[in-house]
């Protein structure tokens, strides 16, 4: 089967629906291609923070209703070191912005409905011809129909394991890659979240609590030579204890475990010929910040905007403007990495510029703020 659209739109993650969304609310046509089931795809839990950016562009967009309503405002960050609490109240410090709880799944569930027609279980996604005025994108559907779409732009949402980015010539781009050399597990549980995102630093290794609506918490622990999948329930509640500093931590069942490697990777540029990349499908971030999807959102609004636009100008400005606030992303997210986990290293020089690092947080008030504009998202 042969079709025409004016943008194909491959992965309906966060950044492949919200692009879809602005553009079909601004009369654009495009054609949105999912390798997975539709189930599969609402219930992938993931983050679940909106920074104050991300929900500007849904905001802006008029979609405040359809996808933001119920989500709470995000209040106090607790950062715990050696179980002693201290509290940031970020969206204050960042002048009044303050971020949104919303689950990933919740999102994209929103998104889906918002956005109708997506087409899931296409196979075999190949795309064809990026240099020229007319790509094409082909795939087979899950009743082994061979479908064809030529288009004006490709858009590149399939996340970091996707096709797109591996369809761009190896000569064309840069990568940067970068192993922080951490590990997680990360956990979620049937157990009460906490009343503020609590991240605990101390020598015994990170440990961090974020609520996952009103009865499940998502945990995460450092590990350091170990399979952590392999722990016992009661040693991974045990050491939660330990590095939260607190000993009646109530407990509950374990729903899931995943182990998350620290990597940061970018390409450059997000685009070649007619396809431009957004999201995980251009870059990853470590978890730290909760910067991942929050990029992808960005990415999305400002490849949207380039498109409804439609100059040829906005489109060259699309790559550049999202790898500025990419990287300003990965430094915060680095320098963040680095404040929490250099309690648990050996070296005492890196532990103690690491101590220095979180007491400046609660002693220079433009130090706060710098950090509170980071965690807000910055408006650019
Ligand atoms: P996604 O969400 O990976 O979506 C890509 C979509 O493309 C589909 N796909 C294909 N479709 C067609 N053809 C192909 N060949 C395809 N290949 C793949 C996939 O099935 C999928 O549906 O990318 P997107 O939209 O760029 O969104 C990125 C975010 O999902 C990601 O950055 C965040 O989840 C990262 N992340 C976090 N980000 C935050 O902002 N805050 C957090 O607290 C946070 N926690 C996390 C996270 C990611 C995690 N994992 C497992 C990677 C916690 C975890 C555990």
Redesign the pocket.
């Known amino acids: 089967m042969r079709e025409t659209t004016r943008v194909a739109i491959?992965?309906?993650?966060?950044?492949?629906?919200t692009l879809a969304l602005l553009l079909r609310r601004n009369g654009i046509d495009c054609v949105v291609?999912?390798?997975?089931a539709r189930s599969?795809?609402e219930q992938?839990q993931?983050?679940?923070?909106l920074?104050h950016h991300a929900t500007r562009i849904f905001d802006q967009a008029g979609l405040a209703d359809e996808i933001l309503t119920g989500a709470p405002a995000e209040t106090l960050l607790e950062l715990r070191y050696d179980g002693s609490p201290h509290f940031l109240d970020v969206p204050s410090l960042a002048g009044g912005r303050p971020s949104r709880s919303l689950p990933?799944q919740l999102l994209v569930r929103r998104l889906l409905a918002a956005v109708g027609d997506v087409r899931f279980e296409?196979r075999e996604?190949a795309l064809h011809d990026l240099t020229s005025s007319r790509p094409r994108v082909t795939?087979t559907d899950a009743d082994g129909g061979s479908h064809e779409i030529a288009c004006s732009y490709i858009a590149g949402?399939?996340?970091?394991?996707?096709?797109?980015r591996r369809s761009i010539p190896s000569a064309a781009v840069t990568t940067y890659e970068f192993d922080h050399g951490i590990g997680w597990l990360?956990l979620l549980a049937d157990a009460p979240p906490p009343r503020y995102p609590l991240m605990a630093i101390s020598s015994h290794g990170y440990a961090a609590q974020?609520a996952r609506g009103p009865a499940a918490s998502?945990f995460y622990l450092q590990f350091f030579a170990d399979d952590p999948l392999a722990w016992p329930s009661s040693y991974v509640w045990d050491q939660l204890r330990l590095r939260l500093g607190d000993p009646s931590l109530p407990t509950g069942t374990i729903t899931d475990r995943?182990v998350?490697e620290m990597r940061s990777f970018v390409t450059e540029p997000m685009a070649y010929g007619r396809l431009h990349l957004?999201?995980?499908?251009a870059h990853?971030?470590t978890?730290m910040g909760?910067?991942?999807?929050?990029?992808?959102l960005s990415?999305?609004a400002t490849l949207a905007a380039a498109l409804i636009d439609g100059s040829p100008g906005a489109l060259e400005a699309y790559s550049s403007s999202c790898l500025a606030r990419t990287w300003d992303a990965q430094e915060f997210s680095r320098w963040f990495t680095e404040m929490v986990h250099d309690a648990g290293i050996a070296d005492p020089f890196r532990r103690k510029l690491a101590r220095a690092r979180f007491e400046r947080l609660f002693r220079s008030p433009p130090a706060a703020a710098a950090f509170a504009d980071l965690m807000s998202g910055t408006d650019y």
């Open positions: 491959i992965g309906a993650g966060p950044a492949g629906l291609l999912e390798r997975r599969y795809v992938r993931r983050a679940g923070v920074d990933q296409a996604v795939y949402c399939d996340g970091f394991h996707g096709v797109s990360t974020f998502r995943e998350v957004a999201g995980d499908a990853i971030i978890p909760a910067k991942g999807m929050n990029l992808a990415d999305a």
